[in-house]
């Protein structure tokens, strides 16, 4: 079940990096096809659907989407996360640089006051962290909202596994998502 691209998160980069196999200045929209084919080709059938609700409690695992009800023996989720918001009292008023960005000022929303910070060659990164989507699987154990599993990737639930960036883990890359 998807709910919006094959590919999730590194699907958007435009450089995947840390990985094995990979080509040559290989975008997130290539990695993400060659996954796509080879999920495919391997007889994996992909729905294109948000899944709303869950019921993983008995032996018989019930997954509900926007579209229809699902019954399975065993579920893996690999729901990811989402981007945090950036929740600031100060915003960017000026990058400056030549060929690439070597100073930025940056305005205290409530005293006006401008810091500049100036590094050579440095460049602008804004990420604020990220959210497990982890809302619908509230009966099982998690840690700050993310999955926990064991060795076999197994949730608290027998027949429930998770993967990815969803699980309490300590390095999120492609390589430990999969
Ligand atoms: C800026 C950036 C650059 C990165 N670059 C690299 C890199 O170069 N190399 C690397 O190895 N890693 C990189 N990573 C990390 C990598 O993107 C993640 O580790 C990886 O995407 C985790 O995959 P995932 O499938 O667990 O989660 P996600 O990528 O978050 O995918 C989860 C998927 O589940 C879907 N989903 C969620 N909830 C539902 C629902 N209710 N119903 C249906 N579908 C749902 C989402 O739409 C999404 O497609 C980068 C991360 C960031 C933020």
Do not use: W
């Not at 975008?27 to 996954?35: A, C, I």
């Not at 579920?75 to 000026?94: E, P």
């Not at 401008?114 to 604020?128: K, L």
């Not at 990815?164 to 300590?170: A, F, L, N, P, Y």
């Amino acid at each position: 079940m998807e709910k919006k691209a094959i590919g999730g998160v590194v699907g958007r980069v435009s450089s995947v990096t840390h990985y094995s196999g990979l080509l040559e200045q290989e975008t997130g929209e290539s990695f993400s096809n060659r996954l796509k084919a080879q999920a495919l080709s391997a007889g994996v059938t992909i729905h294109m659907e948000e899944v709303i609700q869950v019921d993983l409690d008995g032996l018989i695992k019930k997954v509900s989407t926007d579209q229809a009800t699902y019954e399975a023996k065993a579920v893996i989720i690999a729901g990811g996360t989402t981007k945090r918001k950036l929740m600031l009292h100060s915003r960017l008023v000026a990058l400056e640089g030549k060929d690439c960005v070597n100073k930025l000022k940056i305005q205290d929303e409530h005293t006006k006051e401008i810091t500049t910070i100036s590094s050579d060659g440095c460049g602008v990164f804004i990420y604020a962290g990220a959210l497990p989507d982890s809302k619908l699987y509230h009966s099982l154990a998690q840690e700050d909202g993310y999955l926990v599993t064991n060795q076999k990737m197994e949730t608290s639930i027998a027949g429930v596994y998770a993967a990815g960036d969803i699980c309490v883990k300590q390095v999120r890359q492609a390589a430990t998502a999969v």
